[in-house]
């Protein structure tokens, strides 16, 4: 019953490496979504995904890449990491659009 | 101005209280209206959502949206300690697809034993 699954946990970047941070659900939806939460600020938007093979960009999109080549897997990469990108990011599934039902327990990001 | 308004707290009420957790938002376009709890270190847990206006009750919480005022309440009934974490209003727009849900920044609660 593993729901949406992020790993790694933790992580600590230096300014300009990069990295993938993954997401993987076992329910089968269509939808996937991440997120970065910051204090004081809601959770905001980054890329989602309506389908394999299918991306959108949400509402801070910049620094950030993703790809749908299965419907189990969304994974997000820092192209050339920043300390703004110090963060904690959250990936969400669903079987209906625009309501993220499942959550992950979230990547804890920090740039250095 | 943001889209969603919420007011982060710290809320803190005994055990046994009736909570009340709102937001006010500024999009009339918005339809899909929905509450998540979220434990520390944790992610987002859906709790409820609903469609337009109205009530809607499961169990110890109801959720109410006046879309005339652009205001959304979750009421929380005798409210336990383990209520004790943030509370995120979301909302989006129907037909937009694919995750354009704008969140609250949250509102913690604190329900002291």
């Known amino acids: 019953n593993a729901g949406v699954t992020q790993t790694p946990k933790f992580q600590v970047l230096k300014t300009g490496q990069s990295m993938t941070l993954q997401c993987a659900q076992d329910?089968?939806?269509?939808?996937m979504s991440w997120y970065r939460q910051d204090p004081g600020m809601g959770l905001r938007l980054i890329h989602y995904?309506?389908?394999?093979?299918?991306?959108d960009q949400g509402e801070v999109p910049n620094g950030y890449n993703v790809s749908r080549s299965t419907t189990e897997d969304f994974p997000l990469r820092l192209l050339s990491a920043a300390p703004s990108q110090t963060s904690v990011y959250f990936c969400?599934?669903?079987?209906?659009?625009?309501?993220?039902?499942?959550f992950g327990n979230g990547t804890r990001l920090t740039v250095t | 101005q943001k889209e969603v308004e919420q007011d982060p707290g710290p809320l803190s009420v005994p055990e046994g209280a009736i909570v009340s957790l709102n937001c006010t938002y500024s999009?009339?376009?918005?339809?899909?209206f929905m509450w998540y709890r979220q434990y520390s270190r944790k992610g987002p847990e859906l709790l409820m959502y609903?469609?337009?206006?109205g009530n809607k009750e499961d169990g110890r919480f109801t959720a109410q949206v006046d879309k005339s005022s652009k205001y959304i309440s979750l009421f929380i009934r005798d409210s336990q300690p383990s209520d004790s974490a943030t509370y995120l209003c979301?909302?989006?727009?129907?037909?937009?697809?694919?995750?354009?849900?704008?969140f609250g920044a949250g509102t913690r609660l604190f329900v002291k034993a």
């Open positions: 995904s309506v389908g394999a093979g299918i991306t």
């Open positions: 969400a599934s669903s079987s209906k659009p625009d309501i993220p039902l499942h």
């Open positions: 609903t469609y337009s206006s």
């Open positions: 979301a909302m989006s727009a129907e037909g937009t697809g694919g995750f354009k849900t704008i």
């Open positions: 999009n009339s376009a918005f339809q899909y």
């Open positions: 329910m089968n939806h269509e939808y």
